[in-house]
């Protein structure tokens, strides 16, 4: 079992960064890939990115790629998603999840379709025009 929290979310201006983290509770933290996923009002909740079990291998979606950057401490039992250069479409509610497995897949459909086994509740970015 894996229990997920968000933190970091805030108010910020378009062009202006944010970095959100996700704090994991459980042993097996470590040893499970990470996802970012959004959900903007509505709309879909939507994959952001993912990374995987040792920090080595990286899959973003297009949408995000070269401007936000996922990463991991496993020290810590945290992760992490740095958000540059940030949109007002960026805006969404942001939240960590993982599938319990230790590699990435990189195939958008396999994120979109339910394969993620624990969530968090998120935390919301409000990005101003």
């Known amino acids: 079992q894996v229990q997920l929290v968000e933190s970091g979310g805030g108010l910020v201006q378009a062009g202006g960064s944010l970095r959100l983290s996700c704090a994991a509770s459980g042993h097996t933290f470590s040893s499970y890939a990470m996802a970012w996923f959004r959900q903007a009002p509505g709309k879909e909740r939507e994959f952001v990115a993912v990374?995987?079990?040792?920090?080595?291998?990286?899959y973003y979606a297009d949408s995000v790629k070269g401007r936000f950057t996922i990463s991991r401490n496993n020290a810590e039992n945290t992760g992490y998603l740095q958000m540059n250069s940030l949109k007002p479409e960026d805006t969404a509610v942001y939240s960590c999840?993982?599938?319990?497995?230790?590699?990435?897949?990189?195939?958008?459909?396999?994120?979109?379709?339910?394969?993620?086994?624990?969530w968090g509740k998120g935390t919301l970015v409000t990005v101003s025009s």
């Open positions: 999840a993982t599938d319990g497995r230790a590699s990435i897949t990189r195939t958008l459909t396999y994120y979109n379709t339910g394969a993620m086994a624990y």
């Open positions: 990374i995987n079990w040792s920090g080595s291998d990286r």
